[in-house]
């Protein structure tokens, strides 16, 4: 039979769809054609494979005609993966290799001239989609074999060579082959917060018992929180002392963020499955294609999207330029962000947890009493920076704190809570919300949406008030109102001592969470008997 179909993966950001690769071997006149939209490194995929065929001493049909479609056609199709998978194909319908062996296999690797495979990004999101439309058998560089069993239920075989595949769809003895060539491209590094975190707790902190409150309800419910305060003030420490507090991802987040770096070609082989809540701290003179995401070719994760169930923290936030600021309104609305071209768009996951930190102006001695520090900006400069803290991006921001200097009184006081204890609650937290939301698309407070909130857990008309008649009186708008919702909803579940209680958030619950949007100091006692 002179036709015959292989498996690959097409990925349009983490979204997977699975290609029939046909490959119709028929006399005529010789030639090499592809057909389905293929971009121009998968239509020199033609030359790649015929040399990596004859170097393997596996038989071109030279005298032949062949076509090679990748179906559905309809698709835009880009990337060397589909090497492996249009050679396959081309060896069964010469009948090189029986067309039965590709039956549930999808094969994804990158060929070289003499045959070997090479590493390609993103496999396992190529292969988690694979997984979904039945393939149970799946053929990757031997780097990323690893990487690619993280799916469940797969068969996974990590080869060297084109030589080595066609040996195990015959059933033959594989042969040796030489080490697999690296990745193509360069890398990407993410710090995932492995190192540092083991390094810094929120107990190296003094003082700050209002911020660091903020941040436990911040980290327990996933919401975005914005510090402000001059510089020195503490506001980079506080920040990059929140993953130190968030518990270890679940099972679903951790395949989410793993193949989110894969795509971003930052897994090294042999990485295990990401389980530690990452960290990103991209500069203020960052692109907008490195946080947002996008670049030439195929979409690559931005920062926003790499920080994932973790923490993306934007340091003097006002100084990033206006397009980056806007872009992150998508994103803290819907839990994702969609990069837009001309012939695709491409939605990427970016539900992490968002840290803005900004000084009260640019040079950041505004109103500075200490010392002989004095404000140089201009007041242009002044109305533009305040402009970008009371744009639409904070009004999305759940959380408002003011982060002033270290008081002598806050020197030498009792020791602060560890960051160990302050996760032990937030787990606990997560927990309870993970249990009201079993079944749902959402998994924390932050992410309910409000109408959803409204009905099925509503406040009590007394704890309603104090919402109201801030609404009505126009110190907060109807997102903020259901803002505050969810925050007291997590306010209540780091009080709640009894997970099977069903929680009900109250006034003081309420009023808590109206200082936190609002930027109102926190009441002592309060935040003394959450910690108590």
Not at 233 to 246: F, N, Q
Not at 286 to 314: C, M
């Amino acid at each position: 039979m002179p036709v015959a179909t292989a498996r690959s993966v097409s990925l349009q950001g983490a979204l997977g769809h699975l290609i029939d690769v046909q490959a119709d071997v028929s006399p005529g006149q010789a030639g090499f054609t592809m057909v389905g939209r293929p971009d121009v490194s998968l239509r020199e995929a033609g030359d790649r494979c015929r040399m990596a065929i004859i170097n393997s001493d596996l038989g071109w049909p030279a005298t032949k005609r062949i076509t090679i479609l990748l179906s559905p056609a309809d698709l835009s199709k880009r990337g060397p993966h589909f090497d492996l998978a249009v050679a396959v194909a081309v060896l069964a319908a010469d009948e090189s290799v029986s067309a039965r062996a590709l039956t549930d296999t999808a094969f994804i690797g990158e060929l070289t001239l003499e045959g070997g495979l090479r590493s390609v990004p993103g496999v396992l999101p190529m292969v988690l989609a694979a997984a979904e439309r039945g393939i149970r058998h799946v053929f990757v560089p031997e780097p990323q074999a690893r990487e690619a069993s993280m799916v469940p239920g797969m068969a996974v075989f990590g080869m060297r060579s084109l030589q080595q595949v066609v040996a195990e769809l015959r059933g033959e003895v594989v042969p040796a082959a030489p080490p697999v060539a690296p990745m193509s491209g360069s890398r990407l590094l993410t710090w995932r917060g492995d190192e540092r975190l083991e390094q810094v707790d929120f107990a190296d902190l003094d003082g700050m018992a209002d911020a660091k409150y903020a941040a436990l309800v911040a980290a327990a419910g996933g919401h975005a929180v914005l510090l402000s305060g001059p510089k020195g003030a503490g506001k980079t420490s506080l920040a990059e002392r929140i993953p130190t507090i968030l518990p270890d991802l679940i099972p679903e987040e951790a395949l989410e963020l793993t193949a989110i770096h894969s795509l971003a070609g930052a897994l090294e082989p042999g990485d295990d499955l990401i389980t530690t809540p990452p960290y990103s701290a991209p500069h203020h003179d960052a692109s907008k294609t490195s946080i947002v995401g996008g670049g030439s070719g195929q979409v690559r994760p931005g920062e926003i999207s790499r920080a994932h169930a973790g923490v993306l923290f934007l340091d003097e936030f006002p100084l990033f330029r206006s397009d980056i600021i806007e872009a992150l309104r998508q994103p803290l609305e819907s839990g994702d962000i969609t990069v837009a071209r001309r012939d695709e768009s491409v939605t990427l996951p970016a539900r992490g947890m968002l840290v803005l930190a900004c000084n009260p102006c640019p040079c950041g001695n505004y109103a500075v009493k200490v010392g002989r520090s004095q404000c140089t900006c201009r007041s242009q400069q002044l109305r533009d920076y305040r402009a970008k803290l009371g744009g639409p991006l904070a009004d999305r921001v759940d959380i408002t704190r003011h982060v002033g200097p270290l008081q002598p009184y806050e020197r030498g006081g009792p020791a602060a809570e560890t960051s160990d204890s302050m996760r032990a609650r937030v787990t606990a937290a997560r927990r309870r919300q993970h249990q009201r939301y079993d079944g749902c698309a959402w998994r924390l407070n932050a992410h309910v949406p409000g109408s959803v909130l409204r009905d099925r857990w509503p406040l009590d008309t007394a704890a309603r008030r104090p919402i109201d008649s801030a609404l009505y009186a126009g110190h907060l708008s109807s997102r903020g109102a259901v803002r505050v919702h969810r925050l007291a909803l997590t306010v209540a579940d780091l009080r709640s001592v009894d997970l099977e209680e069903e929680v009900v958030p109250g006034e003081d619950e309420v009023d808590t969470a109206l200082r936190l949007r609002m930027g109102e100091p926190l009441l002592v006692d309060r935040i003394l008997g959450v910690a108590g």
